[in-house]
């Protein structure tokens, strides 16, 4: 069994493409995960799990994902969490969510072709 295989990953997305190909990468990585959907769901999750990374996806519609990333970075028990953004080629939310304290922020295109790189970075670090 590999080290990674009891660290979970929590997965804030709503898109099944995206949550599907998150899904596999992940599980061929040897990684448990959590999916979520909403604000509330997040910091459920956060508080029954032993998160060791969070995915998020910055342009849900029915999301404020910059007011739940500054949420996750200004508390004590996650602001180490290490968050992994990702969105639309829309320079404003992608910045924004750097500013907050977004470790890897990258476009959709990116993100995609390189999850498992990305997913690895974070966990390194």
């Known amino acids: 069994m590999s080290e990674m295989s009891f660290k979970k990953v929590l997965v804030i997305e709503t898109d099944l493409f995206f949550t599907t190909k998150i899904g596999q990468t992940l599980k061929e990585m040897g990684l448990e995960y959590l999916t979520a ?13 032993q998160i060791v990374l969070v995915i998020l996806d ?25 968050v992994i953004g990702f969105g639309e080629h829309t320079d404003s939310i992608l910045n924004r969510a ?8 990258v476009s959709n295109r990116n993100f995609v072709e390189h999850l ?10």
């Open 116 to 125: 498992k790189d990305l997913v690895e970075a974070s966990l390194a670090s």
């Open 58 to 82: 910055l342009c849900l519609e029915k999301m404020d994902t910059i007011t739940l990333l500054e949420k996750l970075k200004s508390s004590d028990k996650t602001e180490g969490i290490p």
């Open 98 to 105: 750097r500013t907050i304290g977004c470790e890897i922020v």
């Open 37 to 49: 959907s909403s604000s509330a769901e997040v910091f459920q999750l956060l508080g029954k799990n």
